[in-house]
């Protein structure tokens, strides 16, 4: 089975500053995919960004980028120029390829933007 | 715009009693999930559907049962609620395209006592 490994239960930032969350992951498939969902206090889940394991290019989205490593099986979540609004709970999540229902999460981070 | 909705955002059950959560979404999904999400853990999912009159068990399906009668509405029961099953629920939907990102409801946080 998949397994998703969170390793910062809380982070901690300055506005403006650059920070990075960390995931790994453990698997013995070759091609699936990888999301980052933010859950602020609203309690909505927000997909950030995701990443298909078969691309080599590291997904971005505005201010929020990754670094996928496959062999290493790390997926981690740069936030640049941090806002207060950034201020939630992140979850890194695995699904396999073409297995829909199967998408597994890891425990989350809390990043708390100060300003 | 609605996407994904869940009634009620919140409940406290005694123990023993019974529940339906409410899930629908208007986005004409085939696929829905029920999640939970205790302290501290990520969503673990409880059952899923891939269409209306199919479900299926997730990882934690013991003490809850659905059913899709509709692709717009996937009700999640709690027969004999149990304080284990105190949590944040979440519903989640999206297409039938390979490995497209889930949409959330903003979740039902029971309580049982």
């Known amino acids: 089975a998949q397994t998703v490994t969170q390793s910062q239960p809380e982070m901690s930032v300055q506005e403006a500053e650059t920070v990075t969350l960390s995931c790994t992951y453990d698997?013995?498939?070759?091609?699936?995919?990888l999301f980052w969902y933010k859950q602020p206090p609203s309690r909505q889940m927000i997909l950030v960004i995701r990443?298909?394991?078969?691309?080599?290019q590291n997904a971005t989205e505005n201010r929020f980028s990754v670094n996928f490593q496959k062999a290493a099986k790390s997926f981690s979540l740069k936030i640049s120029d941090s806002q207060l609004g950034d201020t939630a709970m992140y979850f890194c999540a695995f699904m396999k390829h073409a297995v829909n229902n199967d998408m597994r999460f890891g425990a989350g981070t809390r990043l708390t933007v100060k300003p | 715009n609605a996407g994904v909705t869940q009634t009620p955002k919140f409940r406290i059950l005694k123990i023993g009693q019974s529940m339906t959560l409410q899930c629908t979404q208007d986005m004409n999904h085939n696929y829905m999930y029920w999640y939970r999400q205790d302290p501290g853990m990520g969503l673990k999912l409880i059952y899923y559907s891939v269409g209306a009159g199919i479900t299926d068990k997730g990882e934690v399906p013991n003490g809850y049962n659905v059913s899709r009668s509709t692709t717009e509405d996937f009700p999640l029961r709690l027969e004999l609620a149990a304080p284990s099953q105190t949590s944040v629920y979440f519903c989640a939907s999206n297409t039938d395209s390979l490995n497209t990102e889930a949409f959330f409801g903003q979740g039902t946080r029971l309580t049982v006592v």
């Open positions: 990443q298909e394991a078969y691309k080599q």
């Open positions: 698997t013995s498939e070759s091609n699936y995919y």
